[in-house]
Structures are given as structure tokens and as C-alpha cells.
């Protein structure tokens, strides 16, 4: 076996390394984990991913640990506050795209009952399909956006190369 080209030779506690053997591929249940990928691929846009990973527990700590319910209520002022936290990515867009989301996936799971119920509803492997979708429900989602956060969910293939040892279709709750 072995592993995905981007991170065969990075030591076991580097965070790329981390990321890939523990979340990278593998579905996730609950509903504020998702989302809270979902935050992170909208606000890698145009970034590293280094970046987005180094952050990722400023991102949980401004964003009341991705709870959707909390996030769909933030208000302008509130918008404003994380327009000055240093600890995440400063774009007054990507922010008012997450809070316009949170509502968008509250309207999900009212007709599914969650998001990841919608997203298990949905019958296609194909991307270009995906993006139309994530487009017509989502803001601030692009192709590479929807493209990565559906392989960080092992929801299209591709995540890891064959003979990766780790399991792309296991789902967690977190």
C-alpha cells in the first residue's frame, strides 16, 4: 500500500499529513461538521490550504463551533466583529456567504431533516451537476470549492490515490 502523492513523504505530525490520514475522504454525519468544512472550502477560496488548516480552530472559535443555528443569526454587527478577528480569513463575502448558507441549510433540513440526509439524497457522481446545485442553494461556491469539499466527504471519488491505505468511504460523527 501506499500513500496519496502529496503527502508520502511528510512526516506523521506534519497538519497536511494529519489532515489527509484522519478527515480527508471520510464522510461526516453531523451536521455542524460539515458545515463548518463547508466554511473552511469557501474561505480557502483563492488561498492555501495551509493557511485554512493552521486556522482551522480560529475558524471554530469565531464561528461558535460551526453551529449552524447560532451562525444563521448572526447579525450585521456580529459580521462586522469577525471582520476584525485576525484569526480567520477577513472577507467581509465569504463571511456573509456563511451566514446566508447556515439559513440555506436550515431550509435543507427542514425538507430532508439534515444537511448530510440532503446530501445523501442526492443521486449523482457527477461534478458539474454538484456545482449547479451547490450553486442554486449556496453562495460563495464555486467549481473547486464544491470539487474539494465533495471529496473531503469521500462523496466523489478521488480524495486518495488507489492503494491508499486510508478508508474513503467510513463515516464519522463528530
Given at each position: 500500500?501506499?500513500?496519496?502523492?502529496?503527502?508520502?513523504?511528510?512526516?506523521?505530525?506534519?497538519?497536511?499529513?494529519?489532515?489527509?490520514?484522519?478527515?480527508?475522504?471520510?464522510?461526516?454525519?453531523?451536521?455542524?461538521?460539515?458545515?463548518?468544512?463547508?466554511?473552511?472550502?469557501?474561505?480557502?477560496?483563492?488561498?492555501?490550504?495551509?493557511?485554512?488548516?493552521?486556522?482551522?480552530?480560529?475558524?471554530?472559535?469565531?464561528?461558535?463551533?460551526?453551529?449552524?443555528?447560532?451562525?444563521?443569526?448572526?447579525?450585521?454587527?456580529?459580521?462586522?466583529?469577525?471582520?476584525?478577528?485576525?484569526?480567520?480569513?477577513?472577507?467581509?463575502?465569504?463571511?456573509?456567504?456563511?451566514?446566508?448558507?447556515?439559513?440555506?441549510?436550515?431550509?435543507l433540513r427542514k425538507e430532508h431533516g439534515t444537511?448530510?440526509?440532503?446530501?445523501e439524497s442526492i443521486e449523482t457522481k457527477n461534478?458539474?451537476?454538484?456545482?449547479?446545485?451547490?450553486?442554486?442553494?449556496?453562495?460563495?461556491?464555486?467549481?473547486?470549492?464544491?470539487?474539494?469539499?465533495?471529496?473531503?466527504?469521500?462523496?466523489?471519488?478521488?480524495?486518495?490515490?488507489?492503494?491508499?491505505?486510508?478508508?474513503?468511504?467510513?463515516?464519522?460523527?463528530?
Open positions: 500500500m501506499t500513500y496519496c502523492e502529496y503527502c508520502r513523504k511528510l512526516p506523521l505530525d506534519n497538519i497536511h499529513r494529519i489532515y489527509h490520514d484522519t478527515k480527508y475522504g471520510v464522510k461526516i454525519s453531523d451536521d455542524d461538521e460539515l458545515f463548518g468544512r463547508l466554511i473552511l472550502e469557501i474561505n480557502q477560496a483563492g488561498l492555501s490550504w495551509d493557511i485554512i488548516l493552521k486556522r482551522e480552530e480560529q475558524f471554530r472559535q469565531a464561528f461558535d463551533n460551526f453551529n449552524i443555528d447560532r451562525i444563521a443569526q448572526y447579525t450585521p454587527s456580529v459580521i462586522d466583529q469577525l471582520m476584525t478577528n485576525e484569526g480567520i480569513i477577513r472577507h467581509r463575502k465569504k463571511i456573509e456567504a456563511v451566514v446566508y448558507n447556515a439559513n440555506q441549510v436550515i431550509a444537511f448530510f440526509a440532503w446530501l461534478t458539474e451537476e454538484w456545482v449547479k446545485l451547490f450553486k442554486k442553494n449556496f453562495k460563495f461556491v464555486g467549481t473547486e470549492i464544491v470539487k474539494e469539499f465533495l471529496f473531503s466527504l469521500g462523496i466523489i471519488e478521488g480524495a486518495h490515490e488507489e492503494g491508499c491505505p486510508i478508508l474513503t468511504h467510513k463515516t464519522i460523527t463528530i
